[in-house]
C-alpha cells in the first residue's frame, strides 16, 4: 500500500484555468505539507496542516488554497493558473508536528504540473 | 531566518569509491534536526540519514554516515562503496525542534553521479 499518494502524477493545462491536486495518507500521521520544487531543484514549503489546521502558510499567491477535510488528506487548489506555476508538488506527511522531533516526513511521488 | 546551503552542484564517483557531500547550516537555535534526502531519477524524495542537534555521536546508516560539527554548523553525508544506484539528487535538509514550524528546509541540493 502507498504511504502518501498524490493524484494526479503529471498535469498539463492552460494558463488561467483552475486546477487541483489531491494528496492522501494512510500512516496516521498527523501533519501534512505541501512543497514546491522548481525547475532548479529547489525545495520550498509552501503550506502545512496538522489535524486538519492550517498551520504554516508561507508567502504563497492566494491562487494557491489548501483544504484538508479530514487528517489524511490535504489537497492543492489552484486558481488562474500561470506559467510561472510549472513546476514538481510535493504532498508529505509526518507524525505530530509539535513533538515531531526526528520524524521522518515521508513524502508522495509529485505532480509534476506544466501550464501552457 | 535559518537556511542551509549545499555548495556542490554537482559531484561524481567512481563505482566502489567513496565520496563526501557538503552541506551547512545557518540557525540561531542549539536544538534541531537534521537530515539528508536522495532524490532518484524516479522524483521520489527517499529519507537517508537523520541527525539530532543534541547528540554527538554521528550517525551511521550502513554505507552512509554523516559528519556532524556543530560548531561549525556542518553536515556533510558520507556515502562508502558507492553503487549505481546511489546517483541520485541529494538534499540536505534542517527542522527546527518543537513548536509549529516542523517543515523542512532545503539545500539546493548536489546531483551525485556514479560512474561504472
Known amino acids: 500500500d502507498t504511504a502518501v499518494s498524490q493524484t494526479p502524477k503529471y498535469l498539463v493545462t492552460q494558463m488561467g484555468n483552475d486546477k487541483s491536486i489531491k494528496c492522501e495518507q494512510n500512516l496516521g500521521h498527523d501533519t501534512m505539507y505541501w512543497y514546491k520544487q522548481d525547475s532548479k531543484k529547489f525545495l520550498k514549503i509552501m503550506f502545512s496542516y496538522n489535524n486538519k489546521e492550517l498551520i504554516i502558510n508561507e508567502t504563497v499567491p492566494n491562487r494557491f488554497s489548501p483544504k484538508s477535510p479530514d487528517k489524511a488528506h490535504l489537497n492543492l487548489h489552484i486558481n488562474s493558473l500561470e506559467l510561472g506555476d510549472s513546476a514538481v508538488y510535493f504532498c508529505?506527511?509526518?507524525?505530530?508536528?509539535?513533538?515531531?522531533?526526528?520524524?521522518?516526513?515521508?513524502f508522495g511521488p509529485g505532480t509534476r504540473l506544466t501550464v501552457l | 531566518a535559518q537556511t542551509v546551503t549545499q555548495s556542490q552542484p554537482e559531484m561524481s564517483v567512481q563505482e566502489a569509491e567513496t565520496v563526501t557531500l557538503s552541506c551547512t547550516y545557518d540557525?540561531?537555535?542549539?536544538?534541531?534536526?537534521l537530515f539528508w534526502y536522495k532524490q532518484p531519477p524516479s522524483r521520489q524524495m527517499i529519507l537517508v540519514i537523520r541527525?539530532?542537534?543534541?547528540?554527538?555521536q554521528n550517525a551511521t546508516e550502513n554505507r552512509f554516515s554523516v559528519n556532524f560539527q556543530k560548531a561549525a554548523k556542518s553536515f556533510s553525508l558520507k556515502i562508502s562503496d558507492s553503487q549505481l544506484g546511489d546517483a541520485a539528487m541529494y538534499f540536505c535538509?534542517?527542522?527546527?525542534?518543537?513548536?509549529?514550524?516542523?517543515?523542512?528546509?532545503f539545500g539546493k541540493g548536489t546531483k551525485l553521479s556514479v560512474k561504472p
Open positions: 508529505a506527511s509526518s507524525q505530530d508536528t509539535f513533538y515531531a522531533g526526528a520524524n521522518e516526513q515521508f
Open positions: 541527525q539530532e542537534a543534541y547528540k554527538q
Open positions: 535538509a534542517y527542522r527546527p525542534v518543537g513548536g509549529s514550524q516542523g517543515n523542512l528546509i
Open positions: 540557525t540561531s537555535e542549539s536544538d534541531y534536526y
